[in-house]
């Protein structure tokens, strides 16, 4: 993820292009070619990355009253595959597509966010609870169908998790206990975990993100910031 100048930015109907990495879409599946060099240590991340979506679904969510923060659970169901050449990895298994836009800065209209998807036994759940800035909260809990059916549900209790080494707070909704698997990401205001938890009568292992935007406006992790996403000249 290095951040480019508005030149290095190419958009179509089809395809979006950030420097030597761009996004194609056939009809049928999103083609992401990946060509950057890796930090904090320089290496070659060469390859590419296949999403091929069940269902499109039209549905977006607006995340506060103005509606200047949506999100929109594109794909809530398809099949990824990634062919890495450098270094030479490959993965394919069970995906998800997403997209979160608005014309405001998130920390402006948010302190913090808890998120997490799972693959159901007929289909995917998804849960997103956020704090906004008014004091009052986002807490959506729905299902997916194969085919983009979606169907909301009362959300479990809140399961309180280990905070991450940076400390940033990390909860889940479940019906039961709750455990981390494995912490995929740990930086200064944002966590990615693997996460064991029941849903629907049914134990499912989520895709889980803690996202602290009170952490993330403090002056000192602005100022880390491009040591973890470097920023090129174009």
Known sequence: MTERSRD??????????????????????????????????????????RLVPTAITQQAFSLNRSGNHQWWPIAPCARVQVRLDHPRLSWQGDGYFDMNHGDAPLEQGFADWQWSRGAMRDGTAILYEAQRRDGNKVDLAMTFD????????DPPPTVDLRRTGWRV????????AAKIVKTLEDAPFYARSVISAKLLGEPVTLMHESLSLDRFKMPVVQAMLPFRMPRALR
């Open 169 to 176: 707070a990390r909860s889940v909704r479940s019906e039961s």
């Open 8 to 49: 290095a930015v190419n958009r179509t109907t089809d395809t979006f292009t950030v420097g030597p990495s761009h996004l194609s879409w056939d009809g049928r599946s999103l083609t992401i070619d990946v060509d950057e060099i890796t930090v904090p240590i320089p290496g070659r991340l060469r390859g590419t990355i």
């Open 146 to 153: 194969p085919s983009g059916r979606m169907q909301a549900f």
